[in-house]
């Protein structure tokens, strides 16, 4: 009986909450399993690498490669907003127009930025880069190192745009299957790869991680340009300036707040390894794994919330916006609370996950995470929403402002008491004053909206 009651509440929903709902439930699933492999994989990366200042520079080379995939002038995201709009109106020319603009201004950008990348590698000085001495990991073993991720890093900055498309399709637990699929090929690789020294196992890995990471999205995107888009695939003749224009005037905003955003949210490990010392990036990466778990799941349940929104606002669907709204920002407070639940049961979680030996876990540190695992919930929450309706400005104004506050507390914090977790203080003094702003924005634009089109029929 209740079987079918909830059958019948489920055909009751709109559309739209529908297709959101399936999303969710899809992404809950795929995602579940990536963390299950998440928990397995850095112990076997531990076990792999053996010295944990190798581990730790292999996070902080691979952080810093990251930063590229943002180097997309905001295509992604643009492409993003732009076909979720065609593909409402059911406009397929105009879907393949926009598609093609994409892939052909994205893969000019990874010429250019793979010819630079690779000319000016072998110039660094990487030892000093990293903070790694060379009686450890020499400096020509660091440049092929660098070179083989950088490789693996240009291939995901064109092959990427499949997840915007997948997005836009609103198809976004297939995103979250490419990224299990990753995780689950990087942790095959480490159990059957053989262990060597710690310059070797670095430059196998880094190898590994190029095909690892680059075969999920290549299949994917062979399967939607030959099953759902097969009307829509990309082609030199469908490349329009307005098109291009278009995707790129959106995505310049998105570009910068991209931009602005890593420097903040991708940037810990690189912070800790120059202010600090590259061990301190595992036992750091400990501690974020458990509390970006809620906001992770969170996360995760958000992601179709940003291309469902923009359908919403394609339709003029405020009502429906406005108790999407409502009920994040419940869900935000319900999140934020498990952040701080987890704190009196974390040495166990630790002493479970990794063994008695790993660490000893600090609650001033932990408190800390807490508030910076809040943070990037709330974060989410309103970014969904602002990028659906396209209101960034904001955004990108704290994010900018942001950067500036975020370096000047670690400049200064790390100075005076030679702690890592400044870094992480520092990322929640950032992000949370912006979360507070662009609620009361997308409050006041959504009750704007809906005295619009209540005045509209009166005016006529």
Known sequence: MKKMEILQKF???????????QNVLGAFVVKGLSLVVSLFTLPAYMRFFQDQNVLGVWYTVLSVLTWVLNFDLGVGNGLRNKLALALAVNDQERARQVISSAYFMIGGLMLVLTAAGLGLIPLA???RFFNVEADLISGETLAQVVRYAFIGIALQFFLRLISSILYALQKSAVNNAISLVTSVLLLVFVLLAPAGAPADSLKLFSLGYVFCANLPL?????????GPLKDCRPGRRWVNASCAKGVLSLGGMFFFCQIFYMVIANTNEFFITQYTDPANVVEYQIYNKLFTLVGTLFMLGLTPVWSAVS?????????????VNRQLLWLTAAAAAAEFAILPFLQILVDLWLGPEAISIRYDYALIFALFGTAMIAQTTVSAIASGTGRIKLQMLCYGLGVVV???????GCRLTGEWIVVVLANALVLLPYCILQQLDLTRYIRRKLSEKQAGPAGV
């Not at 055909?11 to 709902?21: A, P, V, W, Y």
């Open 311 to 323: 359908r919403a606002v394609a339709e003029e669907d405020y009502l429906w916006l406005r108790r």
């Open 11 to 21: 055909r009751q929903l709109s559309d739209k909450d529908r297709i959101l709902f």
């Open 218 to 226: 290549a299949a994917a995107t062979v399967m939607v340009f030959w």
């Open 406 to 412: 975020k370096v000047v507390v670690i400049d200064l």
């Open 125 to 127: 000085d990487w030892n």
